[in-house]
């Protein structure tokens, strides 16, 4: 067993330890929830980075936890995907601790903050990495249910009536989910996701995957907001506090929906022609429908919600074309929408720290009193518009030309068009939050503190130079792995198993 | 066959529950519901034709028993169920607070 | 003459309460430590232990319970049974593994054997114990803060 493997399991152990001991040091120390907290996101940041390094290095990972080797024991396995969504998930959450050391002043009781937000980030680093099929459940719930604390975090109304209904419909979704991985238990008995993907396709049993495949759409579709499951999305992103809405939107549904649909799909299941085209199918709805209801918004963080809809449907339809560039597309916009859709939410934080709404009419020409917020807004916007040379441009350039290679012209179509709509309605973000004339009561408005301003600051850097992850040496490390863990399908296991050895 | 068929028939009415009442408690009452409905189905998809508890003891030798794996899943299912209630059930003690309503119709201040 | 009213419940339940409490708890330790043998374990074990807590504040009220185990009391146990069960993980390294069962497995059947689930069996109880009556209390006095608010009420409007 060599020494690089140990990393693996440190990710979970990390967060865990990370929350328990800010909920134990929080209460006495005043200064000791922030620091706490933005120092274990640091360490996992770096882990994160670590653990890219060791993909290249090593190839496909595979630590048996206890010393009980699969299919008996729980194996985590760190391949090329593993890590590149490893290092979204740890790269955001520091990030957005940094922003929230200056906003959550206005809420007591920080340290409950970032103890449930240690928890969130534990679970969604758990099932990144689990390779068992309860394994992903278990984390999958721990991170849910610390999301639906979190949203309800400020306990005013409309926070307590978003959170109870994501609360229900999430619950409810992952039910599914379970009901998926019993029946799926009860037809290969085993739950090793190696071993599942050979007793498949050894035994076959069409029907059985037929049903666990709608089973497990309706569970992680869910969890992704694709639509028609998208309805809890509008109520508990805009509800939630401004760094809450950015790990939420930005992390939480890619990490938990996004991600396990992958690789139960693609490793385990093996896709095949209904699965891609539903996907397909899902994935354009999910477009069109979000991107219209969004144009008619008028309160900022609900706006961004319904494109979060919209760019997650870009997500889904890129993976759902099954060829080489389209998952390429697919996981790079996975990438830049974590980026910009993080960015844009906590501007309205920050936003919102200032000027104390919302509402898009209340607002105007808030960029002469707030300048930083405004110029970012303005590289985030034209980032999710797909503008060059910002990042969002390569991603959505990749999926329309895998749609057109593939002969999907109708899904192009309706990928352009989103795009523009997607271009109008943040020119009117724009408009009416930040350009146009000042109006006279924002005239006591500053600039947010220094904590905000410089996480602000390091996610407009990233939006500048995502391109750069197309070229190269980054691209051989970072996407091309990811890509081929997702082509490979079910080959996975056999990798797997020669890597435990 | 029948077994599994009534779980279906558990798993049914945890759904009609969840929406189509508008009692905030009856909808919790929905999911606690859902929630035995899977794990009786876990449970029962253990189960082994002449099995005997999964449980070693001293004295006795043991030749065929049920699978033992579904009933420690089932356990980590119903810790993460009596979590969730718990949370669902907190939320809608301090829903009632805010509006001093438990009918979902009228608490309804996030559209569009 | 006033009586104030008396807190808890009637004369019989608080007797019957007294003798019972702590044959509740050693039954609930004993379910915990015996995990690896029979049936329970910590989960199990922890729930009982809860439950002998909630059974005082049920009879008796809640300032009686609140001296056998305050609330910072029970968050700190609760934190305390987290980072037990993660250190006895992290200890699992030294043998090479995480998680791995380090303690000397002796021979079956007996109280100490099966290496580390015992001591995992007592953080979780620990965890689970503090955390089911902190859940039961929060739960219940919230009700309370709503019944004086009603109460103020009334004597408002009079």
């Known amino acids: ?501 | 066959m029948s077994i599994y068929l009534l779980c279906l028939i558990i798993f049914s009415l945890g759904i009609y529950c969840v929406v189509r009442k508008r009692n905030v408690i009856k909808i919790i009452i929905g999911v606690i519901i859902l929630e035995y409905a899977v794990n009786l189905f876990f449970v029962l998809v253990a189960y082994r034709v002449n099995g005997r508890a999964p449980i070693f003891s001293a004295e006795q030798e043991v030749l065929n028993m049920v699978d033992p794996l579904p009933h420690a899943l089932v356990l980590t299912a119903i810790v993460i169920g009596l979590a969730t209630t718990a949370l669902l059930v907190g939320i809608a003690m301090r829903l009632y607070e805010k509006y001093r309503t438990f009918d979902i119709t009228k608490i309804r201040e996030l559209k569009g | 003459m006033s009586r104030e009213r008396e807190k808890g419940m009637s004369l019989i339940v608080k007797t019957i309460t007294r003798l019972t409490v702590g044959l509740i708890f050693l039954y609930g330790v004993y379910i915990v430590t015996h995990g690896h043998l029979s049936p329970g374990g910590g989960f199990a074990g922890g729930v009982i232990i809860a439950l002998s807590f909630v059974h005082l504040m049920l009879a008796y009220g809640k300032e009686k319970a609140f001296e056998k185990l305050s609330r910072a009391a029970a968050s700190l146990f609760e934190d305390a049974g987290a980072i037990l069960f993660l250190s006895i993980a992290l200890l699992g390294f030294t043998g090479g593994y995480f998680f791995l069962n380090f303690i000397s497995k002796g021979q079956p059947f007996k109280l100490f054997s099966a290496g580390i689930i015992l001591p995992c069996n007592i953080a979780i109880s620990l965890k689970v114990g503090a955390g089911i009556f902190a859940i039961v209390v929060a739960l219940v006095l919230l009700e309370f803060e709503l019944e004086e608010e009603k109460k103020e009420e009334k004597k408002g409007k009079r």
């Open chain 1, 1 to 501: 067993m060599m020494p690089a493997e140990n990393i693996i399991p440190l990710f979970v152990a990390v967060a865990l330890a990370g929350a328990f001991i800010v909920a134990l040091a929080g209460g006495k120390v005043r200064w000791a929830p922030d620091a706490l907290g933005n120092l274990f996101t640091l360490a996992l940041t770096v882990l994160s980075v670590v653990s890219v390094l060791a993909v290249r290095q090593y190839g496909v990972l595979v630590y048996s936890v206890g010393a009980w080797k699969p299919p008996v024991g729980i194996a985590m396995v760190l391949d090329g995907l593993t890590s590149f969504m490893l290092v979204t998930v740890n790269l955001m959450a520091f990030i957005i601790t940094v922003f929230s050391v200056n906003y959550m002043e206005k809420y007591t009781s920080k340290w409950k903050f970032y103890c449930l937000f240690l928890l969130m980030v534990a679970g969604m680093n758990g099932v990144i990495i689990s390779g068992d099929m309860f394994n992903l459940f278990v984390f999958l719930e721990i991170a849910s249910v610390a999301s639906y604390a979190l949203v309800a975090f400020g306990t005013e109304r409309q926070e307590l009536e978003a959170a109870f209904k994501y609360a229900v419909m999430g619950t409810v979704g992952s039910l599914f989910t379970l009901l998926g991985i019993v029946f799926l238990y009860s037809y290969t008995s085993t739950l090793n996701m190696a071993d599942m993907a050979q007793v498949l396709i050894q035994k076959g049993g069409k029907d059985i995957t037929l049903m666990v495949s709608v089973l497990f759409i309706m569970g992680f579709g869910l969890k992704a907001a694709l639509v028609p499951f998208h309805a809890w999305l509008p109520d508990a992103h805009p509800s939630a506090p401004a760094p809450i809405s950015a790990m939420l939107s930005g992390v939480l549904i890619k990490s938990l929906g996004i991600y396990a649909l992958c690789r139960v799909f693609y490793n385990v299941i093996g896709i095949d022609q209904a699965v891609s085209s539903v996907l397909l199918f899902l994935g354009a709805l999910s477009m069109v429908v979000g991107v219209f209801l969004a144009i008619g918004q008028w309160d900022f963080k609900r706006l961004l919600a319904y494109h979060s809809i919209s760019q997650i449907g870009y997500v889904v339809l890129g993976i759902g074309l099954g060829t080489p560039l389209g998952i390429l597309g697919g996981l790079f916009h996975l990438f830049n929408h974590s980026v910009f859709k993080s960015l844009l939410f906590l501007n309205s934080g920050a936003v919102e720290y200032s000027t104390g709404t919302r509402d898009l009419k209340e607002m105007g020409g808030l960029a002469s009193k707030m300048p930083l917020t405004g110029t970012t807004s303005l590289i985030a916007s034209m980032s999710i518009a797909g503008i060059p040379p910002f990042n969002g441009f390569w991603s959505k350039l990749i999926i329309i030309i895998a749609a057109v290679q593939a002969g999907r012209y109708g899904y192009a179509f309706w990928a352009v068009v989103a795009s523009v709509l997607t271009l109008a309605s943040f020119m009117k973000v724009m408009k009416y939050a930040f350009l146009d004339r000042l109006k006279e009561k924002w005239n006591a408005v500053k600039e947010v503190p220094v904590f905000m301003k410089l996480s602000m600051s390091a996610l407009a850097l990233i939006c500048i130079l995502g391109g750069v992850l197309l070229v190269g040496a980054l691209n051989d490390a970072f996407l091309e792995r990811a890509t081929d863990v997702l082509l490979e399908g079910t080959k996975y296991a056999a990798i797997v198993f020669k890597g435990i050895g």
